[in-house]
Nanobody
Framework: QVQLVESGGGLVQAGGSLRLSCAASGRTFTITAMGWFRQDPGKEREIVAGVALFGSGTYYANSVKGRFTISKDNAKKVVYLQMNSLKSEDTAVYYC????????????WGQGTQVTVNS
């Protein structure tokens, strides 16, 4: 099992920045990729960014390219999401997720952290 704990959400004005953190514990040696998703009430959960734990591969949704940056600290088993130039449409609950050698897909999820951007 892998446990994920997010932190760093909050309230920010449009144009501002926030950094989310996701700390992994448990069977972290099985993690192959980690990602950030978000979900607004009434909408489907969407992937925001992803990173391979080994190698340099990253993925960004078109809506956040150039504004968000995903990074990792393999030693600490932490993944970050730096969010700049925030917009009101970025308001959502942000979830951290992990894929492992056993699950292949994103099978482990954090509890979520609220990000609210005031326009």
């Amino acid at each position: 099992q892998v446990q994920l704990v997010e932190s760093g959400g909050g309230l920010v004005q449009a144009g501002g920045s926030l950094r989310l953190s996701c700390a992994a514990s448990g069977r972290t040696f099985t993690i192959t990729a980690m990602g950030w998703f978000r979900q607004d009430p009434g909408k489907e959960r969407e992937i925001v960014a992803g990173v391979a734990l080994f190698g340099s591969g990253t993925y960004y949704a078109n809506s956040v390219k150039g504004r968000f940056t995903i990074s990792k600290d393999n030693a600490k088993k932490v993944v970050y999401l730096q969010m700049n130039s925030l917009k009101s449409e970025d308001t959502a609950v942000y979830y951290c997720a992990a894929a492992t050698t056993e699950s292949k897909e994103y099978a482990y999820w954090g509890q979520g952290t609220q990000v609210t951007v005031n326009s």
